[in-house]
């Protein structure tokens, strides 16, 4: 009987091994290169990175969506949003796999939600308009919003559109939310925020939506708001992200917010708590860098855009690539695995190739 426990144990252990082994087996990390306007798709499984490119020449693409076996980036100042696809081919027979789709011109297009299989919303700032894109045949619909909407966030039937409220490039106020139901006829409220210049938000592993407030320039006055997407309400603010706070992306684990900075690498907040637990002064620098985008696998790794590559200027994408730090999870930050990405790389986002 003894050894029969014994085996059993064995045998549980190993199965409990390689299922963390391949848990992340079929996941992919895009990241955006506005350089030399190309997705870098990184493999969770093996680190190696592939190249995919829309051919979109006029484009600028800096924010990125991913959901379930497709890619979303809006290419900014070429006014149409970038679609990657990953999907086994049947009978030989494959859609389209990388593809641009028109937007209204001068559109702008910045920031972006996949609400399901073939619907996502993209931010026009420079319309001060939300679209309805269907991805799979192109067909759009726009709705107002507020000033410079520059990001868009879905809780359950419910969307939600960031407005920076900018006037050029400065603050003419606090921002604030338009949210409807994506389903019905819209009819917009709006949500007061007390920061500015609030440019990403998350949705919450409790439902809550968090949105960041990247501030002035200059200022270190980055917020975090907390809304309540049910009573359509800012119940929280945390103060203590310093310098223009960037894109942010819960960890798997729970309660652990993690965000972006290019002046601070990566800023840590414990949401169960409401309190900043890494903030302007204690981030994570992982090769001594800040941080502009972040994405997070099915195993805790998390995979940090390298802040001092992203801003090389096209014409030095010959010589100097990108580069992106793959970190074990929290609280520890080793780093196991420094990827090669394209040229000028941003933000990025997880899909998934089965």
Known sequence: MRRLCLLSLALTAACSDALEQTSSAGQVIGVVNASDRTLSVISATDFTVSTRDWQSGGASPRTIDGRGHVFVVPLGAADAVGVSRFFTCLGGACARSDYVLPLAPGSGATGAAIQDDSIAWIANPNLNSVTRLNYLSGNTASIAAGVYPQAVAIVGTRVFVVNSNLLGATPAGPSWLTSFDCCTTPTPDSIALTGVNARFAVVGD?????????????????????????????????????????????????????????????????????????????????????????????????????????????????????????????????????????????????????
């Open 206 to 354: 409790d439902s809550l939506l968090y949105v960041i407030e990247s501030g002035h320039a200059g200022a270190a006055d980055g917020k975090l708001s907390i809304i309540d997407p049910v009573t359509r309400t800012e119940i929280a603010v945390l103060n203590g992200l310093g310098e223009s706070p960037g894109a942010a992306a819960f960890h798997p684990a729970g309660s652990r917010l993690l965000v972006a900075s290019a002046a601070e690498g990566i800023l840590e907040v414990n949401t169960s708590v409401r309190a900043v637990t890494r903030g302007q002064g204690n981030g994570i620098k992982p090769g001594g860098q800040g941080v502009s985008g972040l994405a997070i696998d099915l195993r805790g790794r998390v995979y940090a855009v390298d802040a001092s590559s992203s801003g090389a200027p096209p014409e030095l994408c010959a010589v100097r690539r990108g580069v992106v730090h793959v970190l074990n999870a929290p609280p520890d930050y080793s780093e196991i695995h420094t990827a090669t990405v394209g040229c000028g790389p941003t933000t990025a986002a997880i899909a998934v190739t089965q």
